[in-house]
């Protein structure tokens, strides 16, 4: 669900990146569709905290 609204609307302003990154890397094991769609959020997202959690996330993936 989250992927088609930032495939359909690339520059959404919406959270779905950060949401669909989550559930990549908690619920369905997959780090590095995570590491990609977290590395989107730090190229696109605008606002503060979305990127400052990408990044915390994005450092924790890229150090295990």
Known sequence: YYER???Y???TNL???M???YIYERYLGNSQR???LYQ???AKEID???TREAK?????LLRR
Not at 56 to 60: A, C, E, N, T
């Open 5 to 7: 609204v930032f495939l």
């Open 9 to 11: 609307e690339p520059d």
């Open 15 to 17: 959270d779905a990146r």
């Open 19 to 21: 949401r669909a990154a």
């Open 34 to 36: 995570a590491v990609s």
């Open 40 to 42: 989107e959020v730090l």
């Open 48 to 50: 503060p905290a979305q």
């Open 56 to 60: 915390k996330r994005l450092d924790y």
